[in-house]
């Protein structure tokens, strides 16, 4: 029977769930002190916990054993996207990134961008939930939103993909990425990029891809690019 899983990020200097996970601990699961429980620190080490103190304010652990199990993939994903209107949309796609495994999500702003800025903080609380949810022990990394033109200058070790619809010369992206690779890969708004961003990203070593011959949504190429990346290195 798989464990519930608490998120606390500290765990290792302060031997204490945050407020919120105590609170869920006590309050919900009814746990109490002699209780065993499972904590993931996100930064890929678990820890078999017993509960010493139980209150409304303060839920005390002490640790009796700490497993590192990294990640279950064995290269860096990185994907880029323009958030969309509707961010519930953006949300699933964070969500359902890290059940399947990412390491790093880049909201950016480019030119036909439909919203402007947004909130990481409900973000981070759904790629929380996302990783305890698939027992993974990895939180992925969320930035602040960039702007397009400062965020494609940026270095990254491995390759850079730019998925858009225009014409041209592009690839599909499981007939060039190999397996083992980084790979950092952007997605355009709702209304693509604009042809001066491609070329932008061209120009900074971006490789153009298709993701097949359907127009996708946003958070539907995201989660595509995603699951191509590991099917691929499956």
């Known amino acids: 029977m798989e464990k519930t899983i608490f998120f606390a990020p500290d765990i290792s200097s302060t031997n204490e769930l945050p407020t919120d996970e105590g609170q869920h601990c006590i309050k919900v699961l009814r746990k109490k002190v002699g209780d065993e429980i499972l904590i993931a620190d996100g930064k890929g080490f678990f820890y078999d916990a017993v509960i010493t103190l139980a209150n409304a304010k303060h839920c005390e652990v002490e640790i009796i054993n700490k497993m590192e199990t990294g990640k279950q993939w064995n290269f860096n994903l990185q994907m880029a996207f323009a958030p969309t209107k ?8 964070a969500e359902k990134a890290t059940e399947i495994g990412i390491d790093h999500l880049s909201p950016i702003l480019c030119r036909n961008s439909e919203r402007k800025d947004i909130k990481p903080q409900r973000i981070e609380r759904i790629l929380v939930s996302a990783m305890k949810q698939s027992q993974k022990a990895i939180l992925p990394l969320l930035d602040e939103m960039e702007p397009f033109a400062s965020f494609v200058k940026k270095d990254f070790e491995g390759r850079k993909f730019i998925a858009h619809c225009y014409e041209g010369e592009k690839w599909l992206l499981n007939s060039v990425y190999r397996k083992g690779e980084n790979a950092l890969i952007l997605i355009g ?13 061209i120009d900074n070593g ?29």
């Open 206 to 234: 971006f490789e153009p891809i298709s993701l097949g011959e359907s127009r996708l949504r946003t958070e539907t190429a995201a989660l595509v690019a995603c699951n191509t990346i590991h099917i691929l290195n499956g």
């Open 86 to 93: 509707n961010i519930d949309r953006i949300e699933w796609f």
């Open 189 to 201: 708004p709702e209304g693509d990029f604009s042809q001066e961003e491609v070329q932008m990203a």
